[in-house]
């Protein structure tokens, strides 16, 4: 016989798991970046005494990612704070690139860059556009866009999340980061300086009147070392522009008016070379190409092409009484 409750209803023999929380992908895939770069400096960092700091930072974040930020209710603040904490933590894995990228290669490999560049141009490409463009409100547009940069994934996250959309949020957090963390990797396997650290600056005040100075300023004191190939810059405008074109077409007119003159001002203000640039943009578009695979790998939902322009089911924004978390 089987048993029954206090109100004597028969209680069913398997009685269904309870549910326990799991990290996100954009969690597995930021844990997975920091145990990699963990991994290179507990085997590569020394000596250990100067490394320690780094590697309890790395395991921590490992920690955090996959079993404490799982934690969080899925309504309200605490919501809100799992779906942007990435974010707030990439310029902070950002700063330590120039550390890392010393662990593997000593030194920069500008030279081999330097030689395609010149084998497919006749001259620098940032002297040829500097020839052909030297309209002064151009060029403050061509850096205005290369400052833009740092608002395109608010803007895209932004217009998901205030719609409640965060299935397609959490899709597209999760192939920019993946995105992100390819360049960075590519960073600190093969370091390349570029143009910035190689030639002397112009006289900004010659360049334009406010951008070329905010630009050459945002450089100066926070520009990473090594860096530069591919361009993360343009990697992470490609993929953001074009999961702009799947999910909310709005946006990505919006973006046009960005992204292309944002890839064109890498080069002309001797940010990157055009190799760096290039490669930046093909980086995005596989980006962009795989991140479903990605995300769908990942214990993700499942977006296809189709998925474009809104035609994916909505949720209820963090803190509504429906939003399922």
Known sequence: MGKNNERGVPLSSEAPAPHRPRPRPHEL???GYLVVTGFLVATLGTPPTTWWPVLAAHGLGVVAAVALLPLLDTRGWQSVVRDWLPVAVLPLLYTEIPRLNQLISTGYHDHAIR??????FQAPPRITLRQLLPWRPFVEYLHFSYVAYYLLLPILGGALYLRGRLREFRFMLATVLATFYACYLCFIIYPVAG???RVPHPDMASVGLFFPALVHDLLVAGAAKGAAFPSSHVAVAVVIWLLAWRLTRPVFWLLAAIVP???LGTVYGGFHYAVD???GALVGVA???GGPYVHRFLGGDSFDSAASAGSVSRE?????PG???
């Open 261 to 263: 003159a944002l890839a």
């Open 323 to 325: 939003h399922p978390g």
């Open 287 to 289: 980006g962009f190409l």
């Open 195 to 197: 143009p910035w650290y």
């Open 277 to 279: 640039s290039a490669a």
């Open 29 to 31: 895939l930021t844990a």
């Open 115 to 120: 030689a395609v560049e010149f084998a497919v």
């Open 316 to 320: 209820p924004h963090p803190g509504h």
